[in-house]
């Protein structure tokens, strides 16, 4: 029998692995769909400001990837609004939250450009470790999972939330921290691609994590 509180949340039956076999049809494919692809490509096609060319896009992947319930929700976070450097990085920010407005996924999107400059990847793993400083407290499950994305090239981040490390580890700059890095510094870190088959199978892995976790946290509250 699914617990009331499950079935006010809009979720049907779950399997064992703690998928719904209504909602999900991620987790029956074994691909991305080819609409979602045509819908990357046009992204790229289109002659509009970055933020304008991906939003769209990823959040029809996020929202495919947990499916169509009231369960989860994907919120787009506003840019910074001071004049400092985060607000001039500043691409795209999604998270997906739970119902109780918890975190459960972060992902932020930069353009396909940075993942060919050295300073720019700093920044993006400094940007990521930033967003799990301020949201990996809030997180209900045991790892809040984060995509740093460069177009599509993604570098997969996991913080567990009870010794609140965050793998990969991060790797200090170099001394001093005026000095220009090596083109070579965190160069293969972006080379999965989340349009390919194996970025599919990672985001199985990591969405299958969540629900499997999340579903745990749902059927232990009382109804």
């Known amino acids: 029998m699914v617990p009331p509180l499950v079935q006010s949340l809009g979720m049907s039956a779950h399997r064992s692995d703690g998928l719904s076999t209504d909602d999900m049809p991620f987790s029956a494919d074994d691909a991305w769909p080819a609409g979602l692809h045509i819908i990357f490509d ?5 002659h509009a400001t970055f933020e304008n060319r991906y939003y769209g896009p990823y959040d029809k992947l996020l929202n495919y990837c947990f499916g169509e319930s ?24 999604l998270v997906v939250y739970d119902t109780n407005d918890k975190p459960i996924l972060l992902v932020e999107v930069k353009d396909d450009s940075w993942a060919k400059k050295a300073e720019l990847r700093y920044r993006a793993d400094k940007h990521m470790r930033e967003r799990y400083a301020l949201m990996l407290e809030e997180c209900p499950l045991p790892r809040l999972w984060g995509l740093s994305l460069m177009g599509t090239s993604m570098r997969v981040y996991c913080g567990d939330t009870q010794s609140f490390d965050v793998i990969p580890p991060a790797i200090p700059r170099p001394e001093p921290s005026s000095r220009v890095l090596s083109p070579s510094f965190l ?3 972006w080379e999965l691609d989340v349009l390919s088959a194996e970025g599919f199978a990672k985001m199985k892995e990591i969405v299958t994590d969540i629900l499997k976790h999340a579903t745990q946290v749902i059927y232990e509250c009382p109804s």
């Not at 046009?42 to 289109?46: E, F, Q």
């Not at 009231?70 to 920010?93: G, L």
């Open 42 to 46: 046009h992204a790229r096609t289109k």
């Open 70 to 93: 009231f369960t989860y929700y994907v919120a787009p976070q506003s840019p910074p609004r001071d004049d400092s450097r985060d607000a001039v990085d500043f691409i795209v920010f």
């Open 187 to 189: 160069a293969k870190e």
